[in-house]
Nanobody, 118 residues
Framework: QVQLVESGGGLVQAGDSLRLSCAAS????????MGWYRQAPGKERELVAN???????DYADSVKGRFTISRDNAKNTVYLQMNSLKPEDTAVYYC????????????WGQGTQVTVSS
């Protein structure tokens, strides 16, 4: 059974930093592309950042230069370092694991709330 468990969310002020973690179990972590998505109230879920199995990364334009995604395959964990947070970063942040092996496998965590006050 695959589980993705996020942690590290909270309430911060604009300009502060947070680091989110997502611990994965029940899958061969190193084979999966890991991503962070977020969903603000009344908005659709959007991609924040991805990191491939080989370590390649990509980011939403809105977070480039402020957020950094990384992974530790030995710990089955993906991180999202968020710096210079803005009120518009307020959302529930979800961890995602996906792999194409003939069919698309995709898994989601339960989400962690990030609230940035101005």
């Amino acid at each position: 059974q695959v589980q993705l468990v996020e942690s590290g969310g909270g309430l911060v002020q604009a300009g502060d930093s947070l680091r989110l973690s997502c611990a994965a179990s029940g899958l061969t972590f190193g084979l999966y592309t890991m991503g962070w998505y977020r969903q603000a109230p009344g908005k659709e879920r959007e991609l924040v950042a991805n990191i491939g199995s080989g370590g390649s990364t990509d980011y939403a334009d809105s977070v480039k230069g402020r957020f950094t995604i990384s992974r530790d395959n030995a710990k089955n964990t993906v991180y999202l370092q968020m710096n210079s947070l803005k009120p518009e970063d307020t959302a529930v942040y979800y961890c995602n694991a996906r792999r194409w092996g003939g069919v698309l496998e995709t898994y989601w965590g339960q989400g962690t709330q990030v609230t940035v006050s101005s």
